[in-house]
């Protein structure tokens, strides 16, 4: 062990001589070597860990039509105060103006729930709402009066046929609350293949099959409460696409409850199957507009031994775009994310998160990269890693980093990455864009939202560099209307204008869902909206999502 150090250390003494530049300092740190992925991230949600492993349950889902009628009937998605105490000022609501052709509860629907569900599973409880009601950001507040916890396909299925003939409103929901129970997931080891329900929690899953020597294709920040059902139903991305693809390629197949309660089978564990239309793909990122998945089956990578993460300084963002085009070229194929921040972000991080340190002290710069390889043979990944670092530096892209030498620092590497919503968060309010650009234009736009609001706002550029996908974030003290005007129609101009998408990974939702146009045809807008009213005639899945809902009527 002690040789490879010293090894290692020369290598990087060699570096700083070429460099001939005092600065240039690659902090070297004794490589470890473990998949450490699985253990160490931290959530970066504020919601609530669940550390049970393997079996989890279904889904959860709010009826989210009103029984009280004396309540206005319109559903207000207002600002709320937010954690932390910090004054968000007054906001004006979005308000959505609720569909009259939807029922409101009443007594005997609640009955009816008990006896599927039993009464324990039919919640009318402000206090058990209330998280429901409410987004991860508190920005927008639902005001459903009841959820419902099926705790099977069975249940699901009878309470949609009811809610459908009802023509009850429904909102699809997964990882906000409490677990009702649930099956084992099934694994097949030779095909690499997983099958569990999707009330399972992501963590659980990440846990469940690192035991049998695999890890899920997809990891994100919220791990530790997002259910693998909503992954799926939003597309979610993370920070393994650059390398295992998105769920529309490592899914391989579902069972979903249509909105008549019809259960379609389409639970294949085919990695090839041309048999006709493959449907499941109408459900992976339909945000639960179109059915509520009960069950997935997705192909899962073996879990490699060799990790390495590196934390780079970048002076400008070019050097951070050539210094992906260098890590694609020279790392190929055991390059496992390539991440970015810029020192705004840096900044927030350091000032609002505890315990976080920066690993690149010496100086500050205006980006910053995290690299992580892995793959399966020891020295030739130290190799490759060392030999495009020092080629990175001797090229001048690279203008100081740190290599982690164990799961601490490793951790503390991602810990500065995925903390950056929590530390915005913590800042105050934030408007925020998830945007999918050429990487070559990618930051001129947050360039020119700096430029058009000054010193009004804090305005912040991170995320999936090496998938294209920029999370811009404005951060200003409180939420002010003539500060999104600023931003809005701008920012979806603009990604237009570049041929980008309006949302890459995080789904359209109800902040987006009249922007479609943006990023879409008018001619493809009108083949989803016939799809949906095929699928779910009277619209009762997550109303007012995804498509404009005047399209709908
Ligand atoms: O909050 C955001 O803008 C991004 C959240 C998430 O997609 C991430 O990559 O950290
Ligand atoms: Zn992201």
């Given at each position: 062990m002690k040789k490879r150090i010293a090894a290692v250390t020369s290598s990087y003494r060699l570096l700083n001589q070429k460099n001939h530049a005092s600065n240039r300092i690659l902090h070297h740190h004794r490589r470890f070597n473990a998949n450490?992925?699985?253990?160490?991230?931290?959530?970066?949600?504020?919601?609530?860990?669940?550390?049970?492993?393997?079996?989890?349950?279904?889904?959860?889902?709010?009826?989210s039509c009103r029984w009280d009628l004396q309540k206005s009937s319109l559903i207000h998605m207002q600002n709320m105060p937010i954690i932390q105490q910090r004054n968000f000022g007054s906001v004006a609501s979005t308000i959505v103006q609720r569909n009259p052709l939807f029922s409101t509860i009443n007594h005997d629907d609640i009955i009816y729930f008990e006896k599927i569900l039993g009464v324990k599973n039919v919640i009318q409880d402000d206090e058990e709402l209330q998280p429901?009601?409410?987004?991860?950001?508190?920005?927008?507040?639902?005001?459903?009066?009841?959820?419902?916890?099926?705790?099977?396909?069975?249940e699901l299925s009878q309470i949609l046929k009811y809610c459908n003939s009802r023509c009850l409103a429904v909102v699809p929901q997964g990882g906000n609350t409490g677990l009702v129970g649930g099956s084992v997931p099934v694994f097949d080891e030779v095909s690499g293949v997983l099958v569990c329900d999707a009330g399972c929690i992501l963590e659980n899953l990440i846990s469940?099959?690192?035991?049998?020597?695999?890890?899920?294709?997809?990891?994100?920040?919220?791990?530790?409460?997002?259910?693998?059902?909503?992954?799926?139903?939003?597309?979610?991305?993370?920070?393994?696409?650059?390398r295992y693809g998105s769920l529309h390629g490592t899914v391989l197949g579902l069972e979903v409850v249509l909105a008549n309660g019809n259960v379609i089978d389409m639970l294949g564990t085919l990695r090839k199957d041309n048999t006709g239309y493959d449907l499941k793909h109408l459900f992976?990122?339909?945000?639960?507009?179109?059915?509520?998945?009960?069950?997935?089956?997705?192909?899962?990578?073996?879990?490699?031994?060799?990790?390495?993460?590196?934390?780079?300084?970048?002076?400008?963002?070019?050097?951070?775009?050539?210094?992906?085009?260098?890590?694609?070229?020279?790392?190929?194929?055991?390059?496992?994310?390539?991440?970015?921040?810029?020192?705004?972000?840096m900044n927030l991080v350091l000032q609002h998160l505890d315990g976080v340190r920066n690993p690149l002290p010496s100086a500050i710069y205006n980006f910053y990269v995290l690299i992580e390889t892995t793959g399966s043979n020891e020295s030739s990944d130290k190799?490759?890693?060392?030999?495009?670092?020092?080629?990175?530096?001797?090229?001048?892209?690279?203008?100081?980093?740190?290599?982690?030498?164990?799961?601490?620092?490793?951790?503390?590497?991602?810990?500065?990455?995925?903390?950056?919503?929590?530390?915005?968060?913590?800042?105050?309010?934030?408007?925020?864009?998830?945007?999918s650009l050429p990487v070559e234009k990618m930051y001129d736009l947050v360039e020119e939202i700096r430029i058009r609001l000054g010193a009004a706002a804090n305005v912040v550029g991170y995320g999936h560099l090496g998938d294209g996908n920029l999370h811009l974030n404005v951060s200003t003290p409180q939420y002010d209307d003539?500060?999104?005007?600023?931003?809005?129609?701008?920012?979806?101009?603009?990604?237009?204008?570049?041929?980008?998408?309006?949302?890459?990974?995080?789904g359209l939702g109800l902040m987006k869902a009249e922007k479609i146009y943006y990023s879409k045809s008018s001619g493809t807008v009108q083949l989803m909206a016939s799809i949906k009213k095929l699928l779910d005639p009277s619209g009762i899945l997550n109303p007012y999502k995804v498509i404009p809902p005047s399209l709908l009527s």
């Open positions: 450490f992925n699985q253990v160490i991230r931290s959530s970066s949600t504020s919601e609530g860990v669940t550390h049970h492993c393997g079996p989890v349950p279904l889904k959860h889902f709010l009826a429901a009601n409410t987004d991860w950001m508190h920005k927008y507040k639902g005001s459903s009066k009841l959820m419902l916890q099926p705790e099977n396909t069975d469940f099959l690192d035991k049998q020597g695999f890890i899920m294709p997809l990891d994100l920040g919220a791990k530790g409460s997002c259910q693998i059902g909503g992954n799926v139903s939003t597309n979610a991305g993370g920070l393994r696409l650059v992976i990122g339909s945000e639960g507009s179109l059915g509520i998945i009960t069950k997935v089956s997705i192909l899962t990578p073996a879990k490699l031994s060799a990790v390495n993460i590196a934390f780079l300084a970048c002076q400008d963002y070019i050097s951070c775009q050539k210094l992906l085009f260098q890590a694609k070229r020279r790392l190929g194929e055991i390059l496992s994310a390539f991440e970015f921040l810029d020192a705004q972000a190799e490759k890693l060392e030999a495009f670092l020092l080629h990175a530096m001797e090229n001048g892209l690279v203008s100081d980093g740190a290599l982690a030498q164990d799961m601490n620092q490793a951790s503390s590497f991602w810990h500065i990455r995925e903390g950056v919503p929590e530390a915005l968060m913590k800042a105050g309010a934030v408007y925020k864009y998830d945007l003539t500060i999104l005007a600023q931003i809005e129609p701008f920012v979806y101009e603009w990604t237009s204008r570049h041929h980008g998408s309006i949302s890459a990974e995080h």
